[in-house]
């Protein structure tokens, strides 16, 4: 015969159901809509791509909350990305075996140090996720951070009608926290524009870059001009052209000294690639392109050279020609081995091998972007050099900052900025692939510290590494 159980014995396995139920709806509260998300270097738009003009309502500004500086200890067990706790996590002493090693040196005054660190963020649509991440930056120990002022986003409309609200904050901001300002100015190739395309509205962007640098005097400290064009996307959909870019960049690079002398000008950052066609140019041939051009003159160009520095699947310390002969190393590349040198963090030193050839040796370089993913989606395209090679968070986190220590340790005194990817748009999914080269998880009001940013942080304001990064 059956017995009926009673209510003592059922009570745990009630409890059990409950407590799952209320998990799957706090889960479904809190998750978000997927949106369109632009590539890296964009300006984040709302969703929907709302125009820049008329601008979306904006909510009022309020009191930043004091961000957590949770650093963790251990390295991830697996390769898969994981987010931390949110804010209100405690947090996390810094492991006995940390290995103390001097900090880079600080910056000296009106100028870049060699390096100075910055990291590059979202801070254009949303005023409280700009508050949370500037003071992110300032408490990272981070001295310099990048945005994209997209030349739509302000004079969009048309000719001479400019909306200055967002870049007048983001300005303001930056500058009370002492952050120095390093601003990518071009246009968004996503987006039909009045201006056209490069190179043919270089006297338009001169134009509109000319009012910027004169509003910003004395506050923005860099410019970045355009990115990657290199790339067909980048240029209006034509094959790249080295010399019409260093005549645009001969042009802007006038008008910005006019307008704020002490300005520095960089050059746009290439695209880490092998391909040589309509599409694409590899980055040292297209650098040569642009000092044939220049003849020799070199002064009036640019102050700076900018490049772009992806780690891919190896160590930051890792020979460029390792990679170019290990086919794991660069994903089977049939391309000649001299272009597949890129494959590696090190290929920068390439460049400025460039620049001393060219005579360029008295200039400095900039790196724009640099980093690792933890790509863990097998279908990805960036899986073979994220987790497929092994790449997870901690692993991340070690390798941007032994990058920092190889550069100051072997770069000075020709390295000045190195700015790294990112602090995300806060839009970002685990479908997007920007979400896995960032340093925090993307989300507001909640904040997921990644092992990177405690890493970062922990060498930036402390001197430290821990042992273990020095283990792979």
């Not at 004079?155 to 990518?184: M, P, T």
């Not at 034509?238 to 042009?251: E, G, I, Q, S, V």
């Not at 040589?276 to 003159?297: C, E, H, I, V």
């Not at 497929?388 to 692993?395: F, H, N, Q, S, W």
Request: with cysteine; glycine share 8%; aromatic share 12%.
């Amino acid at each position: 015969m059956k017995r009926t159980p009673t209510f003592q014995a059922i009570w745990p396995w009630l409890l059990l159901g409950l407590i799952l139920v209320m998990g799957l709806t706090i889960a479904a509260c809190g998750s978000r809509a997927v949106t369109a998300t632009p590539t890296p270097t964009k300006t984040p738009r709302p969703a929907g791509g709302q125009a820049a003009t008329p601008r979306p309502t904006e909510a009022a500004k309020p009191q930043a909350a004091a961000p957590t500086t949770a650093v963790t200890t251990a390295p991830m067990a697996t390769a898969a990305p994981v987010t931390s706790a949110p804010a209100t996590a405690k947090p996390t002493a810094a492991p006995p075996t940390a290995k103390p090693t001097a900090p880079p040196p600080p910056a000296p005054a009106g100028g870049m140090g060699s390096p100075d660190i910055g990291v590059q963020a979202f801070l254009w649509w949303r005023p409280e996720v700009a508050d949370r991440d500037l003071n992110l930056v300032k408490e990272g120990g981070f001295t310099w951070v990048k945005q994209y002022f997209a030349w739509q986003d302000i004079e969009g409309v048309s000719k001479g009608h400019y909306d200055w609200e967002r870049a007048d904050r983001i300005v303001d901001e930056a500058n009370k926290r002492g952050l120095k300002l390093l601003i990518r100015v071009g246009m968004d190739p996503d987006r039909p524009f009045w201006a056209g395309d490069p190179p043919n509205n270089t006297q338009a962007f001169a134009d509109f870059a000319a009012q910027v640098a004169a509003r910003y005097r004395g506050r923005i400290h860099a410019y970045q001009v355009w990115n990657e064009p290199n790339l067909a996307r980048e240029w209006g959909a034509k094959r790249p052209d080295p010399a019409a870019y260093t005549r645009m960049l001969r042009t802007i690079y006038g008008v910005i000294k006019a307008a704020d002398p002490a300005a520095i000008v960089v050059t746009a950052g290439m695209a880490p690639t092998t391909e040589d066609s309509n599409r694409a140019m590899p980055d040292l041939r297209f650098y040569q392109g642009m000092y044939d051009a220049m003849a020799g003159k070199r002064d009036g160009y640019f102050d700076m050279l900018g490049v772009h520095g992806a780690g891919y699947a190896v160590s930051p310390e890792t020979d460029p020609q390792a990679a170019a002969t290990n086919p794991k190393l660069h994903n089977n590349d049939p391309s000649p081995a001299e272009l597949k040198r890129v494959y590696s963090f090190r290929h920068i030193e390439d460049v400025r091998e460039l620049m001393v050839r060219n005579g360029d040796a008295n200039k400095r370089v900039v790196v724009l972007e640099f980093g690792w993913t933890t790509d863990n989606r097998p279908d990805s395209p960036y899986y073979w050099h994220g987790a497929g090679a092994g790449i997870d968070e901690a692993k991340q986190g070690c390798y941007l900052v032994r990058a920092l220590k190889y550069a100051r340790e072997q770069w000075q005194p020709w390295i000045d900025l190195m700015s790294m990817i990112y602090l995300p748009d806060v839009n970002w999914t685990k479908k997007d692939e920007q979400y896995y080269w960032s340093i925090i998880g993307p989300g507001y009001p909640d904040l997921f510290i990644r092992f990177a940013y405690g890493m970062v942080k922990n060498y930036l304001t402390k001197g430290v590494i821990e042992d273990y990064c020095f283990q792979f």
